[in-house]
């Protein structure tokens, strides 16, 4: 041991920081992990057959399940949920209440995306007003809750918002509705939707955590470098001080 001095702040910094970097490192993996188990529920889901609302309301994990519905759809009421992009471009989503005939429940229901380049004008939408038969997926947000932008709701209609939570919509509208919202599938009645599961990758997520486990080892390796530096440095100049010392 007397062959390493790496110093007391060194061994503060590395003692604060290593267990940080490794912790990071481990907590990425974790995620890579979650992801990988969600994007393998989300396959068994699509290839699963749409199940009515009251087969959904028995199941405890609703995410991502296919859901048939039928009924109408709520054109006054309709939401623009802002901030939207699709391969580069600005836009919306377009979401509106939908009466399910054969549950009599209302569902906030995601038509899709919508380009809004122009803000000066409102983006441009037609609602179908005959009866539908549609399929859609149930989205639960991961780790979040939505809720309607503000606390004052606006009272215009179609109304942008950033953020979503379809049960304060049905008590602002008097409603009985499903407490999530539901995407629909490509077809007739939706614009673009295309939905992804994840916003990163499992891939994605193991690289950082190699990443972190790299900096990890960067700095176990500085530190035993200039541990050693500095303790052979000191022996050298022991070693020089020495003869002056007997002469």
């Known amino acids: 041991m007397s062959a390493f001095r790496p110093g007391i702040l060194p061994s503060v910094v590395v003692a604060l920081l290593l267990p940080l970097l490794v912790t990071l490192g481990f907590w990425q993996l974790a995620r890579a992990e979650e992801k990988r188990a969600l994007l393998a529920s989300h396959e068994t889901r699509q290839n699963a057959a749409p199940v009515s609302l009251t087969e959904l309301e028995q199941q405890r994990d609703p995410a991502h399940t296919r859901i048939r519905l039928q009924g109408q759809f709520d054109e006054r009421h309709s939401l ?36 809004w380049p122009d803000r000066r004008t409102p983006p441009q939408f037609t609602t179908p007003q005959q009866p539908l038969e549609l399929v859609a997926q149930v989205y639960v947000p991961p780790g979040a809750s939505f809720q309607l932008q503000g606390d004052v709701p606006d009272k215009s209609w179609p109304r942008l918002i950033t953020l979503v939570e379809p049960q304060r919509l049905w008590q602002q509208l008097g409603r009985g509705g499903l407490a999530y919202e539901v995407r629909l599938e490509p077809s007739s009645a939706s614009y673009l ?16 955590a190699v990443q972190w486990f790299a900096l990890a080892a960067a700095l176990c390796g500085l530190y035993l470098y200039f541990g050693w530096r500095n303790a052979r440095e000191q022996h050298d100049e022991h070693n020089h001080e020495s003869p002056q010392q007997h002469s």
């Open 193 to 208: 939707a295309e939905w992804p599961v994840v916003a990163m990758s499992p891939d994605k997520h193991t690289g950082y």
């Open 80 to 115: 623009l949920l802002d901030n939207r992009q699709r391969n580069g471009q600005v836009g919306v989503e377009l979401l509106q209440p939908f009466y399910d005939q054969p549950s009599g429940l209302w569902l906030l229901v995601n038509r899709g995306w919508l380009p």
